[in-house]
């Protein structure tokens, strides 16, 4: 039997989040060490208590959810349009019976990198949100760079164009200087931008295939996700919401989904149209050697089988 992957989810959630973390804890190759939370969709009081909500959800209380950064390193604090007030819609999920995480998210990535080193297990982190907690654990202490298997983050946008700005993604432009350090680490960065994340829109069609399995969490699922429907086949190609966040975890589960591009990538840090732009050098421009692996190409049809029976698994 082949050993899980070992990970830690870090995020803000969020109803693509939430969908993502149930992927996650659906998923037996996966082993989630925890999950951090951070300041981004909604404040960090809410992220943490979402996140607590979603592993009761999930029945998973025995997975440890800690708090994390309230605000971005630097600039403005900037929050999500698109999953509600409260972070997950109109839908209350159930409150988690598990005692609360004291730690703080840095330390318990300090913590767990640091122990990945001495143990020579490397852990992937998989960034939902804004980077500010992994950015803080780097720039307190670079040498924990070593016991990162992959960052694999939601993060950028290039041809599509941005979400919040027209040219920033949200979780870069809520922390755009966290997001520079995290791809400065010198760990395997890989980025699933709006590019890849468009293309996996949950379209009527495919939140009704959903609706048809027999699992305990579908219903509620269904809930989410229709909530989260954009309504703007002008910008996506047809009516449906896309489902950003799942694109990371499904990348470590079913990679030959993907098709990747090698680049150069750095985020525009001063004031003005360009805040928070991920800027990628695809083509060996600036004679920088590729810090990442974006990925670009999405089966979109394999991507929602396998998320589909994941949840109805659960």
């Known amino acids: 039997m082949t ?19 149930l992927l996650a804890l659906a998923s037996p190759e996966l082993e989630v060490l925890g999950i951090t939370t951070v300041a981004g969709n909604v404040p960090a009081d809410r992220t943490l208590e979402n996140g607590r909500r979603v592993v009761a959800w999930a029945g ?13 390193l630097l600039g ?16 209350l999920l159930p ?19 640091a122990a990945a080193i001495a143990e020579s297990r490397k852990i992937t ?22 016991g990162i ?21 949200f979780n870069v432009l809520a922390d755009p200087h966290a997001a520079e350090i995290v ?57 449906g919401g896309p489902l950003h966040d799942p694109c990371v975890i499904a990348w470590l589960l079913r990679p030959k989904l993907f098709g990747t591009r090698e680049a150069y990538v750095t985020v525009g840090l001063q004031p003005g149209l360009g805040y928070g732009q991920t800027i990628g050098d695809f083509f060996k421009l600036t004679g920088e050697t590729p810090n990442a692996t974006v990925l670009w190409k999405l089966n979109a049809p394999g991507f929602f089988d396998l998320l589909w029976d994941r949840i109805a698994a659960l």
């Open 183 to 239: 791809l400065r680490c010198g760990a395997p960065i890989v980025l699933a931008p709006l590019d890849v994340t468009f293309q996996a829109l949950a379209t009527p069609e495919r939140v009704q295939a959903l609706k048809a399995r027999d699992g305990r969490l579908t219903r509620t699922a269904v809930e989410l996700i229709t909530f989260y429907d954009r309504n703007d086949p002008a910008r996506y190609g047809e009516p």
């Open 149 to 169: 298997a992959q960052v694999v983050a939601m993060a950028g946008a290039f041809s599509t164009g941005g979400n919040r700005t027209p040219t920033a993604e």
């Open 76 to 91: 403005p604090v900037v929050r999500g349009k698109y999953s509600g007030a409260g972070g997950l819609g109109g839908t």
């Open 95 to 113: 409150e988690s019976a598990a005692p609360a995480e004291r730690d703080h998210a840095v330390d318990v990535l300090t913590r767990h990198l």
């Open 3 to 21: 050993t899980p992957l070992p990970v830690l989810i870090d995020c803000d959630p969020g109803v693509d989040d939430s969908i993502a973390i």
């Open 125 to 146: 982190v998989c960034v939902l949100g804004p980077m500010t907690n992994l950015a803080v654990a780097l720039a307190r202490d670079p040498s924990l760079a070593a």
């Open 60 to 72: 998973r209380p025995e997975v440890p959810v800690y708090p994390g950064c309230t605000a971005p």
